[in-house]
């Protein structure tokens, strides 16, 4: 039964960062603005996400805080709920912004029906509608495992004590995290993980370099392995590792980080006739515009990258979008870098290397690796591994991708975001001066090599420019559709 | 009596970071250099300075590393021991290089005497002689303070055990570096500092928030301060604090680090005819070309900042000029930044407060101010103390000046260096996307403050630009003379 039939600008489904960047920044601007949120104000990031998982990484590595490891995980719940509070208090005080707690699904492109949480109905209707609802962890059956034993992002930060052993299935960006954090805590921990290395989405190096680390932090690493069952009696989780069976021991807990599904299914979008498919979600444009004109849709929802600054900055692009249709469309779509807040961290902008494969000959890039041990602050802090890899465009020093990994490789990284967004080649960046001794002064090391590689054999170095500047690259095997790349 | 005489196409004198640059540099390319040094491969950075105090501050903030401090000062020694001795050994196997111990002096532009360890004297003379011979801590007197107990950054790494009471005498780099190491690995720390704030080279910002900081961790300063003398038996030293006697109790070592004279009194300069004085040191062009052909001053010894990296970088600029004299000498000077591993870090780069004062009316110049503690990242890291303060150009966006005070602003700070060197605006810096949480997002916020403050007032920015864009600024009471700025 419909109680009652209300109007506004925009609406926003989810108060994740996202749709909190979208429904502020309109407000803000004096548009009436609707937020529907089902659950919890600040959505992943703040609730489960990056919010208490870096709350715990700090607390796990400052040496300034020393507190057992039962009041880490405390500390971690009491910052995100006052976060939390304060954030729902922000946004219900809101000028022009009527939040409003339940499930929505579409009726027709421009209306929406939300289920409040007392079970009655409600009808909504606005101009434009961006669709933020994010993602869930992906769950897997894991024979024996009982509920309580079993975690995701989602119900890791609720727990209390430490784990006497956790162990992770996935090697991705939560996994990688998790497992440091969580061996500093003091907890046994062991990763599984299907493929034949951790972290798929990053360069091979970065994988030999985090499997490294696990290694020597006596983190055990499963690799083509996959659990089978676990035996409560004797809290044994045995799995399948190369095709042989193994045991793991004493395992009190279960993280799955086996990636996530997008929160898609109940929003009843075949009704708007918004464009989606199974693989990337839903369907946009460099604005987050679907294929229904005043329909939007940012963050885990859409194929660009998962993370919360890309969702982010897309919203801050809706925003543009709505507030001011008329601005120039030129502004092509920024490059989204990632961040991934292991030990040693790992950070990546540009170019997947299979984009660079698109679309440059072989012969026209170059990769450039500086090691951070070879730095002196490497030296200073004891750093065995890390890197800076720049893959650039040989001759023109244009700089295609980088991958960072080491102390700090996130705060480092938007040097590279700036330098390829502004298309400042390794010429340039050869010329600066970086603070002695940091890890950034990696980035004069990465560029002293490109000059000692290209001045010497100036004339090979333009003979084979001239040569492969219009070659098509080789056909790849197995290469991706390449639909929404991000511009070169 | 001259034993010998020999010619090189280079001579350096002074085996610290600049100097290895240049011989290793030039050495490399294939010219016959000779290096001079009175002391230790490595200079002040390897032995004294940057290396041990880096390790030393690692040491103290590492969780992974838990040593005693007697064994955190032992290995603090070691290491820099066994990287002198690496350098050492690879300096002395460098083909085209010789490495000549002792004390040079000019007996004419391109001649040096060099008195050898063993009284023996040499002449040597070359094409271009680089002056390379740095600086030395200045000294103080206070009554009866006896030697042992007093301490210079050439002492400091020798102790193997934590003053029970380390009291620093000035407010700069070393002293700010060295107050947080020493109170993190057990020492108390008093401060004493002539003016009535610390760090005087920074924005009074920086020294607001050290000055917070160091309260904080209960490190004691006083201000208008300057020691008086010294009782051995009551380990007590007698200051005057703003005219006012005051006694600091249990001072058991006392470090000055009360700045740096240079190391060219006893070069004979005169007798090449080569231009000094006593405030800037030896006058240089922006190749680190003296008044005289052929012989180039690089590093402490001329007025350019005293940091490793100025020095590193303009020894990289002397090569160039040597090896390749007919190089077109278009590339401007680089802006030199500087970073204090201080806890918060302080980082800068850019134009100083009074340059910008002289070059532009008040009226055309913005500060844009972000807390570190408005960010997640300084939320879920604790941080309290720190910012960026970007001062920019009014309506275009154009960068000046950058501090950063907080976590890894060191590492931060080279997106700005990059940013004031290739004039990219904050309307460029605003479309880029930052990995979140970091905080080097902070950089979003400062662009984020100058549309804000910028866009809505559109018509205003652009009449203040038009009235005020070629009104000379006002003359600044005590302005310096401003002979070797660097280009804006």
Not at 53 to 79: A, C, Y
Not at 117 to 132: F, K, R, T, Y
Not at 467 to 485: E, N, T, W
Request: with cysteine; hydrophobic share 40%.
């Amino acid at each position: 039964m419909i109680s009652e039939t209300k109007t506004y600008q925009t609406i926003v489904i989810g108060a994740g960062s996202g749709g909190m960047t979208v429904a502020i920044g309109l407000a803000g601007l004096g548009r009436r603005v609707a937020m529907i949120e089902g659950k919890f104000i600040g959505g992943d990031c703040t609730n489960v996400g990056c919010v208490p998982s870096k709350t715990l990484i700090h607390l796990v590595n400052d040496r300034d805080v020393e507190l057992p490891s039962q009041s880490v995980l405390v500390e971690v719940q009491t910052k995100r709920n006052q976060l939390r509070d304060r954030e729902t208090v922000e946004v219900e005080h809101m000028e022009n912004l009527d939040l409003i707690w339940g499930k929505a699904r579409f009726l027709a492109p421009k209306r929406l029906e939300v289920t409040q949480p007392d079970g009655s109905l409600l009808e909504l209707s606005a101009d434009n509608i961006v669709i933020a609802t994010g993602s869930r962890p992906r769950h897997m059956d894991i024979a024996g495992l009982p509920t309580e034993r079993m975690l995701t992002n989602e119900s890791l930060f609720e727990i209390e004590d430490a784990p006497r052993h956790l162990v992770i299935v996935g090697s991705g960006v939560i996994a990688m995290e998790m497992a440091f954090a969580f061996r500093k805590l003091g907890s046994q921990v062991s990763v599984i993980t299907r493929g034949g290395r951790v972290m798929s989405s990053a360069i091979s190096e970065a994988a030999e370099a985090l499997h490294t680390a696990l290694t020597e932090r006596d983190i055990a690493v499963y690799y083509n392995a996959k659990p089978q069952s676990y035996d409560e009696a004797t809290n044994t989780l045995h799995i399948l590792t190369n095709g042989v069976p193994a045991t793991i021991e004493g395992a009190d807990r279960v993280l799955l980080a086996v990636g996530r599904v997008r929160n898609i299914d109940t929003l009843n979008l075949e009704q708007a006739g918004v464009a989606f498919d199974d693989k990337d979600g839903i369907k946009i444009d460099s604005y987050g515009q679907t294929n229904v004109p005043g329909i939007y849709a940012i963050g885990d929802v859409t194929p660009t990258s998962h993370f919360t600054h890309s969702a982010n900055a897309q919203g801050r692009r809706v925003v543009q979008k709505i507030a001011f249709p008329f601005l120039p469309a030129s502004s092509p779509e920024p490059f989204y870098p990632s961040a991934t807040f292991s030990d040693p961290e790992v950070a990546r902008v540009g170019l997947t290397p299979e984009q660079i494969a698109e679309r440059y000959h072989p012969k026209m890039v170059k990769r450039l690796r500086v090691e951070l041990s070879a730095l002196d602050r490497g030296y200073t802090d004891g750093v065995t591994t890390g890197f800076i890899i720049v893959d650039a465009v040989r001759l023109t020093g244009r700089i295609l991708a980088v991958t960072i990994v080491g102390p700090r490789a996130s705060e480092i990284l938007s040097f590279f975001t700036l330098a390829i967004t502004e298309k400042i080649s390794l010429y340039k960046i050869y010329r600066l001066v970086y603070p002695y001794p940091t890890f950034s002064g990696g980035i004069q090391k990465v560029a002293d090599a490109f000059m000692r590689e290209t001045l010497p054999n100036l004339k090979a170095e333009i003979l084979n420019y001239i040569r492969y500047r219009f070659v098509a690259p080789p056909r790849q095997s197995g290469q991706k559709a390449g639909a929404r790349l991000p511009q070169a």
